[in-house]
Each structure stands twice: as C-alpha cells, then as structure tokens.
C-alpha cells in the first residue's frame, strides 16, 4: 500500500487539506501539521497518524527564522520516520520544507494551490511550482499565473 503523507499549516489550509479525508481509507496515510489549540484534538482522532510541527507565521519576524529551521529538522525527521511515496498538501509555509525534503528524497509531489487566492500566487505555490509532480489549482483564472497546472475545481 502506498505511502500518503498530507501535510499543510492550521487552519484553512489544514480545513481544505481535510477535505481529502475520504482517501485516507485508500492509502497507508500520515497526517502533519502545527500544533496549536485547535488541531490538538486531532491527536485524539488520528493516534499515531498525526505528528506536528511548530506554529508560526512570517507575520513574527523575530522568531520566525528560528520556528523555520527547528521545523525543517523535525520536518527531516518526521521524513525519515514516514517515507512517504507520495506528499500532498494545500500549502502553507509549514509544508515547503517537507516537499522540498520529499523531493530530494524520492516522493511524488501534489500541490493544491489555495481556493482563497484567485488571481495572485502564494508565496509556497511560487517555490513548489518549479518541482511538484502535479501541481493543481482551484480556480481556472489561476492557470494564467500557473501555466503548467491542472485545474482540478473546488475541494470544498
């Protein structure tokens, strides 16, 4: 069975990530995201299927670099952990270190692009669109921007 590790920030990247629950009956699935208030209920739905990583938004300037690099050691780690063969995300911050890891190490990479932007690029879509296996966009007015998307439609 293959490996699925589904990976975003809180909040409404991790809402739409959850959209994709229905395939985690399909697949040997791992999910990650930032520990805070709401996602640490999920520990008690997912067991052992869920690990976190630092919470923390460029918006903290001071401490963000510091969040940045511990997240991409535990990102390091939980890679070598996980040995996923495929890694999906919805983005944010959170997940570019772990599809950059994922890259170099052999997983597929599938981008969703996030359904809030609708005519500008994220600053996680611009770096992962060079390398994502399958990079996917929510709305068709983002092709313009991401020529070589596939439009996949709303996850909602």
Request: net charge positive; aromatic share 16%.
């Given at each position: 069975?293959k490996?699925v590790?589904?990976?975003?920030s809180t909040?409404?990247?991790?809402?739409?990530?959850?959209?994709?629950?229905p395939?985690?009956?399909?697949?040997?699935y791992h999910i990650i995201?930032?520990k805070t208030?709401?996602?640490e209920?999920l520990?008690?739905?997912?067991k052992k299927r869920i690990?976190?990583?630092i919470?923390?938004?460029?918006?903290?300037?001071?401490s963000y670099?510091?969040?940045l690099?511990a997240n991409c050691?535990?990102?390091f780690y939980?890679?070598?952990?996980?040995?996923p063969?495929f890694?999906i995300?919805?983005?944010?911050?959170?997940?570019?270190?772990m599809c950059?890891?994922?890259?170099?190490?052999g997983s597929?990479?599938i981008y969703i692009?996030?359904?809030a932007?609708?005519?500008t690029k994220t600053?996680?879509?611009r770096?992962?669109?060079?390398f994502?296996?399958?990079?996917i966009?929510?709305?068709?007015?983002?092709?313009?921007?991401?020529?070589?998307?596939t439009?996949?439609?709303?996850?909602?």
């Amino acid at each position: 069975m293959k490996k699925v590790l589904f990976i975003s920030s809180t909040g409404g990247h991790l809402s739409e990530l959850m959209m994709l629950s229905p395939l985690f009956e399909k697949y040997d699935y791992h999910i990650i995201t930032e520990k805070t208030k709401s996602t640490e209920s999920l520990k008690t739905k997912y067991k052992k299927r869920i690990d976190y990583l630092i919470y923390g938004t460029k918006d903290h300037i001071f401490s963000y670099p510091f969040k940045l690099f511990a997240n991409c050691l535990k990102s390091f780690y939980l890679y070598l952990k996980i040995k996923p063969d495929f890694i999906i995300t919805t983005g944010a911050h959170t997940a570019g270190p772990m599809c950059c890891i994922g890259k170099l190490l052999g997983s597929k990479i599938i981008y969703i692009e996030t359904f809030a932007n609708i005519h500008t690029k994220t600053i996680t879509g611009r770096l992962i669109y060079y390398f994502a296996d399958l990079f996917i966009v929510q709305w068709k007015s983002m092709l313009e921007l991401y020529p070589k998307a596939t439009y996949g439609g709303w996850i909602y």
